[in-house]
């Protein structure tokens, strides 16, 4: 659809040129729109506002169902399918890396950490060790974020969801 909005524009500013070249220039093509093809321009910008009003907003409202999570229904499935440790895993990864990370299960939509939908291959010791020396070592993500049981729950509930 984003396509669609970015040609519509030149895609009229084409048939504006078309209707001047084949009118005979500007001069020509204002004599013609003023008396054979006012009320039919009229119409067609009429149809144009109508189009417009009723797509614009049919699109927002179509895309509004995956940026808000459709993905819930996979997070609810998960969590009462899950034990208590992995549900403690869930609420700790919200709390604590949500802000930064991207993760469809709990609808995090992060900015400055990797998505962990599209990291690949994530096991409870590649997240325990990312929680314990910070993500790769390169300084940005705090290192020991969570300690012992509480980092073991984020690593199994990572593990389990991650790229699902």
Known sequence: ???VGFLAPWILVGIAV???SFSGGPGQAREAYMTRGRRTFALLIVLIYIGIGIAVPAVVIASRGTRMGNDSTLSQ???RDQSASIQNGRTLFIESCAACHTLAAVNARGITGPDLD???AV???RVLSAIKIGGTGQMRMPAGLLQSQNAQDVANFVSSVAGK
């Open 18 to 20: 078309v209707f001047i």
């Open 1 to 3: 659809m984003e396509i």
């Open 123 to 125: 096991t409870p010791p």
């Open 77 to 79: 499935k998960l969590v």
């Open 118 to 120: 599209n990291i690949g």
